[in-house]
């Protein structure tokens, strides 16, 4: 058997401690007197243990505000105690009323500045080089006056078209119309109208007419038509009201052999409204007529470039007296007759008439063509600036359409939930929800979600205003709970 260990191990362990201890005292000193080996803190020189040898080219916004202040000699000392409240309409991150009515106050008084870039005057013996010379120098500084606008009285601009060479396609489709129509959404017609526009159509010629055709009407009822129609009235510009989507449906139903005449399925009131509307449509038309009918026999000799007193006499924009907007839909047809015969001045090729549309992407320019062409000319598209170059396309002998690329012209809007709910800003580039979500709540009454959606909104409580509206929280929560969105039993 091998020999024991002592009990006492311990000796043997303290005496081998104490040799290693005489060896190194021997060959180094004593190193746990060298305390300054470890400081962090060594302040020789000009904070020489503070150096970045790191090479930065590109840095965030947040450390390059760090590096500047760090160059200033700037101090940040934290705040202790500093409690602020916010209250629960801010995180909504919509205005209150007294900021929203102070905004409208502005964009009242700097809509007049609120333009579209104007093509720089030209003539035959302009050379190509020299004119787009100037047109980008006219755009450039459009571009300026824009900007110093938003930065001066601090608004919020819509994205607005930045390519000059759509703009250059919209300069040409006025000039060879002699009809320009806007095409606006029915959602938000004011949004996607832009004023500016037709005064520039007057600039160019004031024998040419400006109308505005209201799509995707068939979302709103007779009466919000009517409304629209009144407006549209006040501000002198004609108005028709007209569903692409719905009048194509309409078409291959009579196509089919499905369809079945729309006064069927209209009540004995809305028959006698209607029947109202034409008299008085009649009557209107009749009174046009005979205000023209003097300068049409003269139209075989008159130019554009005759003077002011034929300009005065019939070829000027109608006043809002001299015509009548209907609430109706437009068919085919109508809308066809109505381009036909809503300009009486003189026109650009004789025996000819070209109506230009414009407006902006995604308002169903190219669904217009396609439905009144009744075959697929123009290729549609979700995405801005699908179509790249205007197009002529004659419907029939004497009737040509101008077709412009889609172009989002500036406008003011309020914040940016409001460009994400009008469909200007796609939504997968929203970061929060919270304030599109609340617009939303706060424009449709909460029994229209619920019926919508077939959810149930929680209820204010007691110390609450009963008539709120509901919160974005609450309608997702609703919502999510209604789609089976749960995380352990909760609603995720």
Same mark, same amino acid.
């Given at each position: 058997?091998?020999?024991?260990?002592?009990?006492?191990?311990?000796?043997?362990? &303290?005496?081998?401690? &104490? *040799?290693?201890?005489?060896?190194?005292?021997?060959? =180094?000193?004593?190193?746990?007197? #060298?305390?300054?080996?470890?400081?962090?803190?060594?302040?020789?020189?000009? #904070?020489?243990?503070?150096?970045?040898?790191?090479?930065?080219?590109?840095?965030?916004?947040?450390?390059?505000?760090?590096? !500047?202040?760090?160059?200033?000699?700037?101090?940040?000392?934290?705040?202790?105690?500093?409690?602020?409240?916010?209250?629960?309409?801010?995180?909504?991150?919509?205005?209150?009323?007294?900021?929203?009515?102070?905004?409208?106050?502005?964009?009242?008084?700097?809509?007049?500045?609120?333009?579209?870039?104007?093509?720089?005057?030209?003539?035959?013996?302009?050379?190509?080089?020299?004119?787009?010379?100037?047109?980008?120098?006219?755009?450039?500084?459009?571009?300026? /006056?824009?900007?110093?606008?938003?930065?001066?009285?601090?608004? *919020?601009?819509?994205?607005?078209?930045?390519?000059?060479?759509?703009?250059?396609?919209?300069?040409?489709?006025?000039?060879?119309?002699?009809?320009?129509?806007?095409?606006?959404?029915?959602?938000?017609?004011?949004?996607?109208?832009?004023?500016?526009?037709?005064?520039? +159509?007057?600039?160019?010629?004031?024998?040419?007419?400006?109308?505005?055709?209201?799509?995707?009407?068939?979302?709103?009822?007779?009466?919000?038509?009517? +409304?629209?129609?009144?407006?549209?009235?006040?501000?002198?510009?004609?108005?028709?009201?007209?569903? $692409?989507? $719905?009048?194509?449906?309409?078409?291959?139903?009579?196509?089919? =052999?499905? $369809?079945?005449?729309?006064?069927?399925?209209?009540?004995?009131?809305?028959?006698?409204?209607?029947?109202?509307?034409?008299?008085?449509?009649?009557?209107?038309?009749?009174?046009?007529?005979?205000?023209?009918?003097?300068?049409?026999?003269?139209?075989?000799?008159? !130019?554009?470039?005759?003077?002011?007193?034929?300009?005065?006499?019939?070829?000027?924009?109608?006043?809002?007296?001299?015509?009548?907007?209907?609430?109706?839909?437009?068919?085919?047809?109508?809308?066809?007759?109505?381009?036909?015969?809503?300009?009486?001045? !003189?026109?650009?090729?004789?025996?000819?008439?070209?109506?230009?549309?414009?407006?902006?992407?995604? +308002? =169903?320019?190219?669904?217009?063509?396609?439905?009144?062409?009744?075959?697929?000319?123009?290729?549609?598209?979700?995405?801005?600036?699908?179509?790249?170059?205007?197009?002529?396309?004659?419907?029939?002998?004497?009737?040509?359409?101008? #077709?412009?690329? =889609?172009?989002?012209?500036?406008?003011?809007?309020?914040?940016?939930?409001?460009?994400?709910?009008?469909?200007?800003?796609?939504?997968?580039?929203?970061?929060?929800?919270?304030?599109?979500?609340?617009?939303?709540?706060?424009?449709?009454?909460? /029994?229209?979600?619920?019926?919508?959606?077939?959810?149930?909104?929680?209820?204010?409580?007691?110390?609450?205003?009963?008539?709120?509206?509901?919160?974005?929280?609450?309608?997702?929560?609703?919502?999510?709970?209604?789609?089976?969105?749960? #995380?352990?039993?909760?609603?995720?």
């Amino acid at each position: 058997m091998g020999k024991k260990k002592s009990g006492g191990g311990g000796g043997t362990g &303290l005496g081998r401690a &104490l *040799i290693k201890e005489r060896l190194f005292a021997g060959r =180094g000193g004593n190193r746990r007197a #060298d305390s300054w080996l470890h400081t962090s803190e060594l302040n020789d020189g000009y #904070d020489w243990g503070r150096l970045n040898l790191q090479s930065v080219t590109e840095q965030s916004s947040l450390d390059d505000f760090l590096a !500047t202040a760090e160059l200033a000699g700037t101090e940040f000392v934290a705040e202790k105690l500093n409690v602020k409240f916010v209250p629960a309409e801010s995180r909504a991150g919509l205005l209150t009323s007294e900021e929203t009515k102070r905004l409208k106050e502005l964009h009242e008084e700097n809509k007049q500045l609120l333009r579209i870039p104007r093509r720089p005057e030209w003539d035959q013996s302009t050379s190509p080089d020299a004119l787009q010379l100037a047109e980008r120098d006219n755009f450039l500084e459009w571009r300026r /006056e824009l900007a110093k606008l938003e930065e001066d009285q601090n608004l *919020i601009l819509t994205p607005y078209e930045r390519n000059l060479d759509f703009w250059r396609q919209l300069w040409r489709v006025i000039e060879r119309s002699d009809v320009v129509v806007q095409i606006v959404d029915a959602r938000h017609p004011s949004l996607f109208r832009c004023p500016d526009l037709e005064c520039y +159509v007057k600039e160019v010629s004031p024998h040419k007419q400006n109308m505005v055709l209201v799509n995707k009407a068939d979302l709103l009822t007779r009466e919000q038509r009517g +409304v629209w129609a009144r407006h549209f009235e006040e501000e002198g510009i004609r108005a028709v009201f007209w569903s $692409a989507l $719905a009048e194509n449906e309409r078409l291959e139903a009579e196509e089919k =052999g499905e $369809a079945h005449g729309e006064e069927e399925e209209l009540s004995d009131e809305e028959k006698e409204s209607m029947e109202e509307e034409e008299e008085g449509e009649d009557t209107d038309e009749d009174e046009e007529r005979e205000m023209f009918q003097d300068c049409m026999e003269e139209e075989d000799w008159h !130019t554009c470039s005759e003077g002011e007193e034929e300009e005065e006499e019939g070829t000027s924009s109608p006043s809002p007296a001299s015509f009548h907007n209907s609430s109706r839909l437009l068919s085919k047809d109508q809308l066809l007759e109505l381009f036909k015969t809503v300009h009486s001045g !003189t026109r650009l090729k004789e025996g000819q008439i070209t109506v230009g549309l414009v407006g902006y992407p995604n +308002v =169903g320019k190219s669904s217009t063509i396609n439905t009144l062409l009744r075959n697929k000319k123009v290729s549609v598209s979700a995405t801005p600036g699908h179509t790249k170059h205007f197009q002529t396309l004659f419907v029939e002998p004497g009737l040509c359409l101008c #077709d412009c690329p =889609g172009l989002v012209m500036p406008s003011f809007v309020s914040t940016k939930a409001a460009m994400i709910c009008s469909g200007i800003l796609p939504i997968d580039q929203m970061r929060d929800h919270v304030p599109a979500i609340s617009l939303v709540c706060e424009h449709i009454p909460r /029994e229209v979600l619920e019926g919508t959606y077939g959810i149930s909104i929680i209820r204010p409580r007691e110390d609450e205003d009963p008539q709120r509206p509901p919160t974005a929280e609450e309608l997702l929560m609703a919502y999510g709970y209604m789609r089976g969105f749960h #995380d352990h039993g909760r609603p995720a």
